[in-house]
């Protein structure tokens, strides 16, 4: 990866990066290359203390016109309140898919893994191997998934006191800056995408593509047990079930079975 702003005040040290928020600027770094599936890992040390109106993200995507993104965002809180973990997908340019959950344990006191397992099947995302979400492909219904274009692995912090804690109404502390997310250990096991070419190559059932082997098709029992236990004690807001924002037409993937 390497340092895209806010260069004076972030570092890549080996393994290593960590990226800062002060008054004068956030910070954010990307990998080198793009992906087409594969497992994206991170491990990540949140902000610690009062960290209200700071988002810290972590996330794939595409940039162009058709944007397609998975995105894990973690939106700070007041000291002693629990951060949100912010997950939403985009396709084709096309977002409003967030699920929302608090964790289980305090992220700012010990680095975690935070994974996107991606492959033509589904996407995951993991927090410590432990399933949190699922989005399954259902283009062949009409659904959009992205597919077919390379994305790049993104980090950054910023000042987002408009609305990431309690939708604005807490704002940025800024005696407690500056503001350090630690990250560490950033593997990229997954398919080098070397243009259109790569569409067919990277999705192609072949033993060097370990993604689309049958085990990662869909999740295993033990998975389902993990994702319902996270799901029934520390998911916040699911898109899918918010009949009021879409005036009661609930986006279509939402009927169709989720894991």
Known sequence: MYLTWGVQHASILGEDLHLVLDKTSGSAAQSKRSFLFGSIEMLIKLVPGNSAGTVTAYYLSYTGNQHDEIDFEFLGNSTGQPYTVHTNIY??????????????????????NYTIHWNPTQIVWYVDSVPIRVFKNYEKE?????????????????????????????????HGAPFMARFHHFRARACK??????????????????????????????????LNWV?????????????????????????????
């Open 91 to 112: 396709t084709q340019g096309k977002g409003i898919r967030e699920q929302q959950f608090y964790l289980w344990f305090d992220p700012t006191a010990d680095f975690h």
């Open 142 to 174: 009409g659904i959009a998934y992205p597919n077919k274009q390379g994305m790049r692995v993104y980090t950054s912090i910023w000042n987002a006191d408009n609305w990431a804690t309690r939708g604005g109404l807490v704002k940025t502390d800024w």
């Open 193 to 226: 995408w070397g243009g259109a070419k790569s569409i067919n190559q990277c999705a192609s059932n072949v033993p060097a593509n370990w993604w689309t082997s049958r085990k990662y098709r869909q999740l295993s029992h033990s998975e389902m047990r993990q």
């Open 231 to 259: 799901r029934r004690n520390y998911m916040i807001y699911d898109y899918c079930t918010d009949t009021k924002r879409f005036n009661g037409q609930i986006p279509p993937e939402c009927s169709k079975p989720q894991f």
